[in-house]
């Protein structure tokens, strides 16, 4: 039996909603404590907040499921995911040469290396469509919408979304959306 939305317009939907949301800001809280544990030079203490934040990022996912928040046949999310993913390389290298800019070499130095990681997770993504949904990366004559502050890419007609629509990356509405060329 899947786990996926059995929250989904129960009293507990809100409650799993907020606990995703919590659980994904102590992830972000885990591994800063760490950064700035090894920053410190200790590197014990680092071990064990990473090790909270991994399992912060896994209960985290397991709300989010429990809620419904990302949908159960996840290849179209995936595709966008990709090309989020893709033109993430030079949003984050765009966003380093401006830490650069700034005087901030050893920040900028490595986000170059997390921009090179966007790209790479890009590649990953595409490489798993390949195998187990090929159609999916053939959009010709299809409609595509892409997310003007992400980048995630929307397959089809955007106008057919509900009101309500949002980016499943970024949140933003479908009003940042643009028609791609």
């Not at 709300?63 to 995911?81: H, I, S």
């Not at 040469?97 to 290396?113: L, N, P, S, V, Y």
């Not at 409609?143 to 929307?154: A, Q």
Request: glycine share 10%.
């Amino acid at each position: 039996m899947s786990l996926h939305g059995i929250t989904k317009g129960t009293p507990l939907e809100k409650m799993a909603e907020m606990m995703a949301l919590g659980e994904a800001k102590g992830t972000m809280m885990y591994y800063t404590l760490a950064r700035l544990a090894k920053e410190q030079g200790l590197d014990d203490v680092a071990e064990q907040f990473i090790e909270a934040a991994n399992q912060e990022a896994v209960h985290a996912g397991f709300y989010a499921t429990v809620n419904g928040m990302l949908p159960k046949n996840f290849w179209q999310l995936v595709r966008g995911l990709m090309s989020a993913e893709t033109s993430g390389e030079k949003k984050v290298k765009a966003m380093a040469d401006k830490f650069r800019e700034a005087g901030f070499a050893e920040a900028a130095d490595e986000m170059e290396i997390f921009a090179k990681q966007e790209g790479h997770h890009g590649v990953v993504l595409a490489k798993i469509l390949e195998k187990h949904c090929p159609g999916l990366l053939e959009a010709a004559g299809k409609k595509i919408y892409v997310c003007s502050v992400c980048g995630y890419e929307h397959v089809g007609d955007l106008e057919a979304e509900p009101d309500d629509f949002a980016c499943p990356l970024c949140g933003q509405p479908k009003k940042v959306f643009k028609l791609k060329d």
